[in-house]
């Protein structure tokens, strides 16, 4: 601060002559503090406040009394119920008869896992090979998973159908939101018709996705029923099956998403210089190559970040499966988001919790370690 | 506000600035005279813009102060410095029309309109820019742009102006232009200035003084005469001058230096080993071989217009001769190269020291 | 003027060549595009053909959508306006006044809460008809949690751009600790949660004052922007469970605000990523010169820096609304009565005692779906332009 704001010189103003301009000072050089503080501190209180205060569900058996909730603390029981006690079939699957198969699976996947994780030990310092151990954990847990229900014959739980809509579902939507975007930035006419038809579903509410659908897929009333009748599948519903039931919420969840990567990625295709594409044009490249050697390389960056986001969002999928089949049968459309919402409906607060905690940790795992090995990968490269 | 056309006087002491460990001003020290106008002038890098951005409160000193008018102005914010920038982009808002942009300074300080009106269009007639208000910075030429963040920075009146690098954006010729009319405001207004550059003319022809900065160290802080004549350091004599001061590597001797074999008389004295001659193209001049300070070869005989561009070979050093432009030699010629005695700069090669 | 030379003479190609090379640069094959086009036409009729589905049933009766299904209005059914009517004049207080009178409602039942330690006014009481009251509070909770959204985010999005923050590591666990210290005390203690939070908050800064200098880590402006944008990745359903109980706790359970706070939240990391990267690529020089010329940071942030992200901005601002408007799971907790939305209404139709009204839920979705039309259409233009892409580089 000036020592001499009393004498009053003729050049520099002395700063905070009157009330109103020490104040406007005050706030100026404040300014830092007051811009940033109102996000910061809602998202403490609405999302920092509340995913701690989760914690402590997580660890209690909660119940209503007339005074309130009354917790009670169980320690781990919430989550290992999940892993090995009443609601083992119900988060993981089966898991009981494991076929040869399975085990050989496995072992070929922790040897894989293994071997990455034992090769970085020298290039990574040990915040990183702390993250690598994380990741190859977690990885070996859900492979042991996936080799134990799926690949042997048994029905998966919660767990891997979140997995199926994010690994498969965004996937699908990757290649054939790609695709389209490719077609787009072709030269075509019409471009904008497209591009606008095409953006329309991630608007919607995926509420009214999911009823969409569902009238659309009827089997009795909707649209396709002379068409399956025609085939002989008349008697057939797709939702009565676990599998196909699981594949039309990947269409329906597709036909809402697919426009995001789209719209992404013609972005990114229109953004590459003009020039690069010319150059090698006249240098007869055929679209092939170009489309190998000049376009992808540009916009693989882009394609990551988007592909991030997108399993981000994939993770917190809810309406539809509630939508459309109410996670039915049985339990094989249900995404942990829907189990945890449908325990918290029968008053269970601990377990719900708990397992909305579960899929944070899986969330933030699987995504982190995208970010890490592949995004940031990219980005480099990009840099360099 | 300050009162009309106050000139204030600035003094940075021992300003050092480091952007992590890379210290780009180091122990600077610069006393700016009410109403001067001072170039600073070094290469890309020297820490040109960082000595601005610090009087201008833009940047906080590592270490030292800045004083405006002897009042310490280090800790004060930029705005009540009464300092006005013009900056090497212009920085004009894309979004307000050129009578927006030249009152802005008013506006912010809250004056009545009719006064800003007023003050606008006083400071745009001064930069002939009266019939352009209406527009938006997008319509106009670089010259024209240039002119309105001049009008910008005189709307104020502050006590000091800051110019960095404003002419470097434009043409040759209209560059030119602009140093006349930039002279030309700053004698009338008579305000403090400090203008940045790396162009050796805008330097010489702006500046009552020229500040030379390398690294971030003031090298010589002189008027334009004495930086050319005079230099203080090596640094300072092959910065200045176009083309560059000519340099004969060799040892003095008492008065003479010693290069190749040949004594020639200086009007330095001592005794260093390693040493550099340093002469003026334009103070050479080209004789028969015989009669030159030194005979060389011919390594290339270039016609510039007014004159041609000699250079000569001697030793692993070349030496540049302004010759008048009917000399005919070709190369490989013999010549010799007239030195005269008292042009003849002599350097401590160590440290670039000037030897007297 | 003969530069026919050089071409392929077009009579020259053989058929092969016709049909799958290129004629020239910047043009495509005869076969490329058949390929383009009806690959471009299948997909438009995929993504078309629900909505067309949604629209026609919103004009069927009973009869038309359970007697199979018929596809062309006024070929193979009589569309009729039977479900709009049903809706949209339900009861008396179905009028446009009564969606001017619940807005006014809103007004005064605020007025009436604030000024309630003091005066005691009584509140209004809601006469609307359920539709309306759900696009009411559709409208007010989307438009008021995006200004939040939008205004607080660029700030905060401005600010991390611009000004250098350093806050102490030990500060934050410090804040992380007392914060699970208050916790714990409300949860299993049974401590009032103000008193154990003022204890806390009190506690907190007198460490921060005592402890200052000890911690000598600190956070840079990068690991407070991935900060927030990471909060997009926490999972909704693992904070609604504890939001719940809060908003029961404070009485914000089924209020708007409680609603337009929440979805202001789960948006910001949206907003701060997208304008983070539209005020860094704004010229620097600019605000530095408006600083010289006396302008305080709040000023430059209105007169400068807002005006020329613009585009950004508006392109941000409808994302965000399209957002808030859609959003579904906050508002099946938090929302159980007074402010149920229209996503909530749309699934309350599917629970009716006689099967779904299938046309009528098709005329509350249509609603819903027009404005989100629009907005998308004027959200392309932008994105087109490449707006929105600077982000997503990385
Ligand atoms: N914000 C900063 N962070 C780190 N280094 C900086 C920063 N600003 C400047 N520098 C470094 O300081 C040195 C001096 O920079 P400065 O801009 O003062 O040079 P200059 O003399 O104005 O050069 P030019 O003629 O190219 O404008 C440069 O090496 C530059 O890389
Ligand atoms: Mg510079």
């Not at chain 1, 058996?61 to 079939?89: A, C």
């Not at chain 2, 914010?77 to 050129?98: E, G």
């Not at chain 3, 799971?329 to 939305?341: D, M, N, P, R």
Request: hydrophobic residues 50%.
């Amino acid at each position: 601060m000036p020592t001499d704001t009393t004498i009053s010189q003729p050049g520099a103003i002395p700063a905070g002559v009157s009330r109103r301009e020490r104040l406007a000072e005050w706030v100026d050089r404040n300014s830092g503090t007051f811009f940033i503080a109102p996000a910061v501190t809602l998202i403490l209180i609405f999302a920092i406040f509340p995913t701690i205060y989760s914690i402590f569900f997580a660890l209690s058996r909660v119940r209503f009394t007339s005074d309130g909730l009354q917790f009670r603390f169980v320690g781990l029981r919430n989550f290992s119920k999940q892993f090995f006690g009443s609601s083992e079939v119900h988060f993981l699957g089966r898991t009981d008869p494991v076929s040869l198969f399975g085990y050989a699976c496995f072992a070929a996947v922790v040897i894989a896992v293994l071997y990455w994780w034992i090769r970085s030990f020298r290039t990574s310092t040990w915040v990183g090979m702390l993250g690598r151990t994380i990741s190859a954990a977690m990885a070996i847990f859900l492979s042991w998973i996936l080799c134990a229900s799926l690949l042997s014959g048994n029905s998966i739980g919660t767990l891997y159908t979140t997995l199926f809509y994010v690994i498969i579902g965004c996937g699908i939507q990757f290649v054939i939101g790609t695709g389209l975007a490719f077609l787009c930035s072709q030269p075509i006419s019409g471009k904008n018709f497209f591009r606008v038809i095409f953006f329309i579903p991630l608007m919607i509410t995926p509420l009214g996705v999911g009823y969409a659908m569902r009238m659309v897929a009827d089997v009795t009333k909707g649209p396709f029923e002379p068409l399956l009748q025609a085939i002989g599948l008349s008697d057939w519903v797709w939702s009565a099956d676990a599998w196909s039931a699981r594949f039309m919420m990947m269409v329906s969840d597709s036909w809402q998403w697919i426009p995001f990567i789209f719209i992404c990625m013609l972005a990114a295709l229109e953004n590459i210089p003009r020039d690069h594409v010319e150059a090698a044009q006249v240098d007869g490249a055929s679209s092939v190559q170009i489309f190998r050697e000049i376009t992808w390389p540009q916009v693989l960056p882009v394609a990551v970040s988007v592909l991030l986001i997108r399993m981000i969002e994939a993770f917190k999928i809810v309406d539809l499966p509630n939508i459309m089949t109410g996670g039915g049968p049985g339990s094989a459309t249900e995404s942990m988001t829907l189990h945890s919402m449908y325990i918290w409906r029968a008053n269970d607060f601990g377990q719900s919790a708990a397992i909305a905690y579960l899929l944070l940790l899986l969330t933030v795992v699987t995504c982190a370690s995208f970010f890490n090995y592949v995004v940031m990968g990219q980005i480099r490269k990009a840099r360099a | 506000m300050a009162e009309y056309g106050h000139k204030a006087s600035v003094r940075f002491e021992n300003v050092e600035k480091s952007f992590g460990d890379v210290k780009v001003l180091r122990d600077f020290d610069l006393e700016v005279e009410p109403g001067e106008f001072v170039v600073l002038l070094g290469a890309s890098g020297s820490g040109k813009t960082t000595a601005l951005r610090i009087l201008s409160g833009l940047e906080q000193p590592s270490a030292g102060s800045v004083h405006i008018d002897e009042r310490n102005v280090t800790e004060i914010l930029p705005k009540y410095r009464d300092i006005s920038m013009v900056f090497q982009s212009y920085a004009l808002y894309p979004h307000k029309t050129v009578a927006e942009n030249i009152g802005f300074p008013l506006r912010v300080r809250g004056m009545e309109k009719a006064e800003i009106d007023a003050a606008t269009l006083d400071s745009a007639r001064q930069v002939q820019l009266e019939s352009l208000l209406e527009r938006y910075p997008r319509e106009l030429s670089g010259g024209q742009r240039q002119r309105v963040a001049l009008a910008r920075a005189i709307i104020r009146r502050p006590s000091v102006f800051l110019m960095d690098e404003p002419l470097s954006n434009l043409d040759a010729k209209l560059r030119g232009h602009m140093r006349a009319q930039l002279k030309h405001m700053q004698k009338s207004l008579g305000t403090t200035t400090i203008y940045v550059t790396h162009d050796q003319i805008e330097a010489m022809t702006l500046a009552h003084r020229v500040a030379i900065l390398e690294r971030g160290i003031l090298q010589q802080l002189a008027t334009p005469a004495e930086i050319y004549n005079d230099p203080a350091n090596l640094f300072v004599a092959q910065f200045i001058g176009s083309p560059p001061m000519n340099v004969i590597h060799g040892k003095l001797d008492g008065q003479d230096f010693v290069t190749n074999g040949v004594r020639v008389q200086t009007t330095a004295s001592g005794q260093i080993e390693d040493g550099v001659m340093g002469v003026r193209p334009e103070d050479c001049s080209l004789a028969t071989p015989s009669e030159g300070t030194l005979t060389c070869k011919i390594y290339t005989n270039e016609l510039i217009g007014d004159h041609a561009l000699v250079t000569v070979e001697w030793g692993d050093d070349q030496i540049s001769v302004k010759a008048p432009k009917d000399f005919t030699g070709e190369q490989g010629d013999e010549v010799g190269v007239h030195i005269p005695r008292n042009h003849i700069f002599v350097f401590d090669r160590a440290d670039g020291r000037r030897v007297r | 003027m003969s530069n026919a030379s050089y071409r392929f003479r077009e009579s020259e190609r053989t058929l092969m060549q016709r049909l799958f090379e290129a004629p020239a640069v910047g043009k495509m094959s005869p076969v490329a595009k058949i390929v383009a086009y009806s690959l471009l036409a299948v997909w438009s009729v995929f993504v078309l053909f629900p909505i067309y589905w949604v629209i026609i049933t919103s004009f069927k009766d009973a009869a038309a959508v359970n007697q199979g299904p018929f596809y062309i209005p006024f070929v193979d059914f009589h569309p009729t306006l039977d479900a709009w009517r049903t809706q949209f004049t339900e009861d008396s207080f179905c009028t446009v006044g009564a969606i001017g009178r619940q807005l006014w409602l809103l007004v005064y039942n605020s007025f009436v809460f604030v000024v309630s330690p003091v005066v005691s006014l009584d509140p209004m009481e809601p006469q609307i008809c359920k539709i309306y009251l759900a696009f009411t509070n559709s409208v007010v909770i989307s438009i008021f949690s995006t200004a939040v959204c939008v205004i607080v985010g660029s700030m905060a999005a401005y600010a991390l751009a611009r000004i250098q923050y350093a806050p102490r590591f030990g500060n934050i666990m410090m804040f992380v600790l007392l914060l699970v210290g208050v916790i714990f005390a409300t949860t299993y203690a049974g401590i009032p949660w103000w008193a154990s939070s003022s204890v806390a908050l009190a506690f907190f800064f007198f460490l921060v004052r005592a402890l200052r200098g000890y911690f000598k880590m600190h956070l840079r402006n990068g690991d407070i922007l991935f900060w927030i944008i990471s909060q997009r990745i926490l999972p909704p359903i693992v904070v609604v469970i504890p939001l719940y109980v809060m908003f029961q706790a404070v009485g914000l359970l089924d209020t708007h605000l409680a609603l337009i706070l929440l979805y202001a939240v789960a948006n910001m990391p949206i907003v701060v990523w997208l304008m983070y990267d539209f005020f860094s690529n704004l010229p620097i020089e600019l605000e530095e010169s408006a600083q010289l010329d006396g302008a305080t940071r709040p000023y430059i942030f209105w007169d400068i820096v807002l005006p020329l992200t613009r585009p950004g901005l508006a392109a941000t601002t409808l994302l965000i609304l399209v957002l808030s408007w859609n959003e579904y799971l906050f508002a099946v907790f938090l929302a159980t009565v007074k402010v149920q939305t229209m996503p909530i209404m749309v699934a309350a139709k599917n629970a009716g005692e006689k099967g779904v009204f299938w046309w009528e839920m098709c005329a509350v979705i249509v609603v819903m779906i027009i404005p989100v039309i629009v907005m998308a259409i004027l959200l392309t233009r932008f994105i087109s332009k490449g707006v929105l892409l600077g982000a997503v580089k990385g």
